[in-house]
């Protein structure tokens, strides 16, 4: 297991290699050590927890041409392995259903893929996921504000995931959605402060806007 550890961290690194969207290296790596935690506090597999972490982007359907393109690449890399059949299936369900998709996801079932979604989505809470979020916006050429909250509710689900909303209309729209999502106790708790210091930016942030109006 350890040697596909090491060889996941090594191809998913190039992977991502040049991502301007909030999906660097880096963030694989938060994901990997926050899943290890949560993994130890819920005394999960935490080998299979690492490599499920650094595997989770890796057939996200958003690098690829189509959706099935994705699966077909995380497949390819699963049955490169030695892993037991079982593994791979287990680690492919986990893997596909760690995304966030409004809700019509199929939901995580595993202790596994429930901590690889907590620890996904904590990444996206929180300072850091405040920061990704506004990066996100940055690069696709969205504004980070806007008065006009309403605007949304006139946009189709296309034009939001284009990045036609703004970095705070994402805030609000998913980021503060979350916490109320997780899975296990642990990512809970972590969620609780994170999504309490998004309040206290969203405050100032708005203070600091309106200042002179
Ligand atoms: P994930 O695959 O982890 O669900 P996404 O690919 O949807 O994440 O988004 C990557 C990062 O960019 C996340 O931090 C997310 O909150 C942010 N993001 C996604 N969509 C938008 C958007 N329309 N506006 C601003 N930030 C976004
Ligand atoms: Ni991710």
Redesign the pocket.
Known sequence: MQKWIEQATHDVRVFFESDS???DFAHIERVRSMALRLADIEHADKAEVELTAILH?YG?E?FYATKEDGGAALRQWLDQTTLLPEQKDRIETAIRTV??KGGTNESPKTLLAKIVQDA?RL??IGAI?IA??F???GA?G?KMHEDKQQIRDAMTAEE??D?T???T??MHE??LKLKDLMQTKAGKQEAEKRHQFMLDFLEQFNKEWNRGN
Do not use: E
Request: charged share 30%.
């Open positions: 969207t909030g999906h982007d996200d958003k995304g966030f996904d990444d996206a996921g990704r979020t990066m996100y916006a696709t969205s939001y995931r990045g909303s703004t970095a209309q994402h998913k980021l």
